[in-house]
């Protein structure tokens, strides 16, 4: 064992370099102290020792040898005494402590080589009780280690090993080999104390470097302190137990605009407007409580802030915290929350808040739903509007709508732009529903007053669904679910129209619902069939073509017409299956009929836009040797409306086929005219509200005489639709027009009961229970009056 070692602890790795001095001054420091402090309150029980060996052994052993041992360990106590009152540890230097501690481990080196060889020596001399005296001395010598030597592992490393082998032969001394039980405790001493000495001094250079690295962490953070107040933006602030400022920085200062002196010991609350925050902030000052990013308002030279503040209670009463300028990211958070809750285009609430609030009202998010009212409304035709006019145009009439909305209602109330051309007013009431019904028209009203933008005045209406909900007796679903069945209602009034909830509704909603499920599997299942109608000839009575009609056979409902059902194929997309099916299947059994009439075929616009159209009808023509050009598809405007390049197209390529278009329920649009410019029809048909009136209407004979001339000049043919009179078959030959097609001719009936073509027969064409007579009398009037002619047109 190296007694002048300077440390206990591996020399340090290159993370330990930078403070190893430092560290090393640590414990020596610790190490002298200690060690002074142990020894020096061993000199008491030493002495006691040593005179107690004295008077034990002074007659039975030499007493000149005992007395001898006995100056010797004494003067090497008072030696140690002297060497103590030689330093300051508190002002020596590194060195100083170093030369020291050498001088301390050799000089217990010397003390412990001095008890080893008293012990052996005076065994030989034992008897009795003086065997209990050397035992119980060589104990408390060997295990008074543990208070001298504590933080000297050395000395102490020493002490045990040459201690042991001492006690150990001192035994053998005395018992011989019957002292093996003490032999063996002794051992276990030593092995004891050794794994104390090294988990003591373990534990003594951790807690040293510890502290090292609490003042390096200390220093660094008084460091960073200074630079953080120099360099950064956030201020640090410290308040005494009453909450006044104190020790107040420069930074915080100048972030206030005041002078420091005027700050110190001014109430830190006097900073910021009164409000839940700053409470929340009173309450941790009081509390002495920690807390983490407080978000408070305050004035600086009248400027509103927003500051976050942090803070932590100090042992020695004081609280002491960071205060950061958030000013900008408060207000990009409120921009965002605002885009998150408001439309920005409008401004108003949007979907997500209407929902919100929807909810709330409706009993979601309290005990007992209120009795609220809800107006849902869609402006008509706005699409035309934007497309025509331009988006910017769009979006001024959208603000503007918002506007007046809002004029219209309480503070407390709520109007919302869901999206589109789509908004909602929500309010709370109890009001009746003659009430709300007014309220709606009211609204009707101002939309439908005309717009200036631009120089320009423009006008739009609205339709409004009305939906209510008293004493929370539907949730927020089921009452948009039920202003959603009241607006559809209202749209189908037409333009500028309101509609209010009824239970009604509900069941027609109900039975669309239904007959979407029935559709799905109406064509899988067989229930689809197509009726024919004829189409004949207003000059010669003869029939020129037929009508292909959907009918659905339901297998509880019975019959079902087309205008119950195709709507739905129409919005659910099943109209391009079906629509594909009756395509193959018109011409399929046309095919099979005899004569050389013409095949009319209706298409839906969705069809028009389907990329397959044109080969379907391609394949139908080709697989059963149909001659083109005697289909003809009849679409409506609504076809062209979007004016669309693909749906033109299409037309086009079906053209190119040899197909015939025609352009059904003309004049009950808003743009005919323009259509008849933008695409050659080769047929106009002219839609039943003309024909209806058409013999005592002026105005409806002014309308077919003028559709006539028009086709004639295009090119085109005409069709009146709808006839079941006599004297509407007379009156359109006499303005005209040139084929007719209506009850009075033929009821629709399926291919197995239709025989088109011509006969004297009053069932010809047709197997009806109640045949066309008065049909059957036009047309032989009008074969006579061809005869007459010669066979010629008229």
């Known amino acids: 064992m190296q007694f002048a070692g300077l440390k206990s602890e591996p020399s340090p790795g290159p993370e330990e370099a930078l403070h190893s001095d430092e560290l090393e001054h640590l414990l020596l420091y610790r190490r002298l102290r200690s060690f002074s402090s142990g020894a020096t309150i061993s000199l008491v029980p030493a002495v006691g020792a040593i005179l107690t060996l004295l008077y034990t052994f002074w007659n039975d052993a030499p007493p000149g040898m005992i007395a001898a041992w006995a100056l010797t360990q004494i ?18 230097s590194l060195d100083e402590m170093r030369r020291h501690w050498r001088k301390f481990l050799i000089l217990q080196g010397v003390g412990s080589t001095i008890y080893v060889v008293i012990f052996p020596y005076l065994a030989q001399y034992a008897q009795g009780l003086d065997i209990a005296v050397l035992g119980i001395v060589g104990t408390a010598i060997l295990c008074g280690v543990l208070l001298v030597h504590r933080t000297a592992p050395q000395a102490a490393t020493f002490h045990v090993l040459t201690m042991s082998p001492s006690l150990l032969l001192t035994a053998w001394l005395i018992g011989g080999a019957g002292a093996w039980p003490t032999m063996v405790l002794i051992v276990s001493f030593a092995f004891a104390l050794l794994a104390a000495i090294r988990a003591q001094d373990r534990y003594f250079v951790q807690a040293a470097r510890s502290e090292v690295e609490r003042r390096e962490n200390d220093m660094t953070v008084r460091m960073l302190l200074n630079d953080y107040e120099e360099q950064s933006s956030d201020w640090l602030w410290t308040v005494g137990p009453r909450g006044n400022l104190r020790d107040v920085s420069a930074g915080l200062a100048e972030a206030l605009g005041r002078d420091e002196e005027t700050l110190e010991g001014s109430p830190l609350l006097d900073l910021f407007q009164i409000g839940e925050k700053r409470d929340e902030l009173a309450r941790h000052i009081v509390e002495r409580s920690p807390f983490r990013d407080l978000l408070v308002k305050l004035r600086v030279a009248g400027e509103l802030r927003y ?49 919100e609030r929807l909810r709330g009202l409706a009993g ?7 009795s609220i009212a809800l107006f849902y409304l869609d402006l008509d035709d706005f699409k035309a509007i934007n497309d025509t006019r331009g988006h910017l145009v769009g979006d001024r009439l959208l603000r503007e709508v918002g506007t007046r909305l809002e004029q219209e209602i309480r503070s407390e109330d709520l109007v919302a732009r869901l999206g589109g051309d789509e908004f909602a007013v929500l309010i709370e009431t109890r009001a009746g529903d003659g009430l709300l019904i007014e309220r709606a028209h009211r609204f009707l009203s101002v939309i439908r007053a005309p717009y200036e933008i631009e120089g320009q005045l423009y006008r739009v209406s609205t339709s409004v669904g009305v939906a209510r909900c008293i004493d929370g007796d539907c949730d927020a679903d089921e009452l948009m ?142 697989q059963h040797g149909f001659a083109p050009e005697r289909v003809e598809l009849e679409i409506t405007e609504h076809v062209l409306l979007d004016q669309s390049d693909v749906s033109r197209s299409t037309l086009m390529r079906l053209r190119e086929l040899g197909v015939k278009i025609a352009l059904d329920d003309f004049g009950t649009g808003y743009s005919s005219l323009g259509y008849l ?118």
């Open 481 to 622: 679910r039920r202003a959603d069945l009241a607006l559809y209602a209202a749209k189908e009034k037409g333009r500028d129209n309101l509609a209010l909830f009824e239970p009604e509704l509900d069941r027609k909603a109900r039975e669309r619902r239904q007959v979407e499920a029935d559709l799905a599997d109406a064509l899988a299942r067989g229930q689809m069939r197509l009726h024919y109608q004829s189409i004949v000839d207003l000059d010669t009575g003869e029939t020129t073509g037929i009508e292909a009609l959907m009918r659905w056979y339901h297998p509880q409902r019975g019959i079902i017409p087309p205008t119950e059902f195709l709507p739905v194929a129409e919005e659910t997309g099943m109209i391009a299956a079906i629509g594909e099916w009756a395509i193959r299947e018109a011409i399929a059994e046309a095919s099979a009929m005899p004569g050389d009439f013409r095949l009319a075929i209706n298409l839906s616009p969705t069809q028009v836009k389907n990329p397959n159209l044109v080969a379907t009808v391609a394949q139908a023509i080709h």
């Open 364 to 370: 979601e998010n309290r005990s007992n739903g209120a």
């Open 75 to 92: 003067a090497q106590l008072c030696v140690f005494v002297m060497l103590d009152r030689q330093i300051d540890i508190e002002t020596a």
């Open 307 to 355: 500051w976050r503040l942090s803070a932590r209670p100090r042992v020695d009463g004081r609280m002491s915290g960071v205060a950061r300028d958030v000013t900008n990211d408060k207000l990009i958070e409120d921009r965002v929350a605002f885009m998150a809750h408001y439309d920005n285009l409008t401004g108003l609430a949007n979907r997500y808040l209407f929902n």
């Open 677 to 794: 410019r933008s695409f050659p029809f080769d047929r106009i048909k002219i839609d039943r509200v003309f024909v209806e009136d058409v013999v005592a209407d002026t105005h409806s004979k002014a309308i077919i005489s003028s559709i006539t001339r028009l086709a004639d000049a295009l090119g085109m043919q005409t069709t009146g639709e709808g006839v079941e009179t006599p004297e509407q078959l007379e009156m359109l030959r006499k303005l005209g027009v040139e084929e007719a097609q209506g009850f009075l001719i033929c009821r629709p009936a399926p291919a197995e009961d239709f025989v088109p073509g011509d006969s004297d027969s009053e069932d010809a064409g047709l197997q009806d229970p109640h045949p066309g007579s008065d049909f059957v009398d036009y047309r032989e009037r009008r074969a006579r009056a061809v005869k007459r002619r010669g066979g010629k047109a008229a």
